[in-house]
T-cell receptor
Framework: DAGVIQSPRHEVTEMGQEVTLRCKPISGHNSLFWYRQTMMRGLELLIYFNNNVPIDDSGMPEDRFSAKMPNASFSTLKIQPSEPRDSAVYFCASSLWDRDYEQYFGPGTRLTVT | KQEVTQIPAALSVPEGENLVLNCSFT??????LQWFRQDPGKGLTSLLL?????REQTSGRLNASLDKSSGRSTLYIAASQPGDSATYLCAGPGGGFKTIFGAGTRLFVKA
């Protein structure tokens, strides 16, 4: 298995632009998580999907952030408009639904907003 | 609110030393725990998972234990090597569906 796949690996954009991050979970996994990692705040859960349905989005910082999972093999995290404080590494992770504690992480997308 | 603390925050040791990394949760009702390794600029790699029916797990030179009564876990690394240099994070249930992560211990093993 290729593991969790994320794209792009690096993204540099200007403030105010729309950013879309993509994730392909491990085949057969039906739970998907989006995390954000910064030096100041560490690793934070943004949103959790189960069977393509958002279950907990309490970690999404603002309305500028939105996430979708149109099918079991694809999810997006969108920031519109982006701001410099959104600069971070964004990770996607997946797991089996009854083993949410055993998560497999993608390589992350390093976002820089100038 | 569940919180997790990792001690020490950073550690530098000579090659060959045995070392212990600590992780503790404010809510001791921990029924599973996972240790991850993160190399600079990389994602998280799962090292060991201790499930509800277990007290410890071993993989090669790594041993992790979980004291569910106190909510504390230790990661033991035997005969450390320069290749072990990385950040080690523990993660456990944070309430509901959430997993919470410690801030990590940055380990540097000197050759």
């Amino acid at each position: 298995d290729a593991g969790v796949i994320q794209s792009p690996r690096h993204e540099v954009t200007e403030m105010g632009q729309e950013v879309t991050l993509r994730c392909k979970p491990i085949s057969g996994h039906n739970s998907l998580f989006w995390y954000r990692q910064t030096m100041m705040r560490g690793l934070e859960l943004l949103i959790y999907f189960n069977n393509n349905v958002p279950i907990d989005d309490s970690g999404m910082p603002e309305d500028r952030f939105s996430a979708k999972m149109p099918n079991a093999s694809f999810s997006t995290l969108k920031i519109q408009p982006s701001e410099p404080r959104d600069s971070a590494v964004y990770f996607c992770a997946s797991s089996l639904w009854d083993r949410d504690y055993e998560q497999y992480f993608g390589p992350g997308t390093r976002l820089t907003v100038t | 609110k569940q919180e997790v603390t990792q001690i020490p925050a950073a550690l530098s040791v000579p090659e060959g030393e045995n070392l212990v990394l600590n992780c503790s949760f404010t809510d001791s009702a921990i029924y599973n725990l996972q240790w991850f390794r993160q190399d600079p600029g990389k994602g998280l790699t799962s090292l060991l998972l201790i499930q509800s029916s277990q007290r410890e797990q071993t993989s090669g030179r790594l041993n992790a234990s979980l004291d569910k009564s106190s909510g504390r876990s230790t990661l033991y690394i035997a005969a450390s090597q320069p290749g072990d240099s990385a950040t080690y994070l523990c993660a456990g249930p944070g309430g509901g569906f959430k997993t919470i992560f410690g801030a990590g211990t940055r380990l540097f093993v000197k050759a």
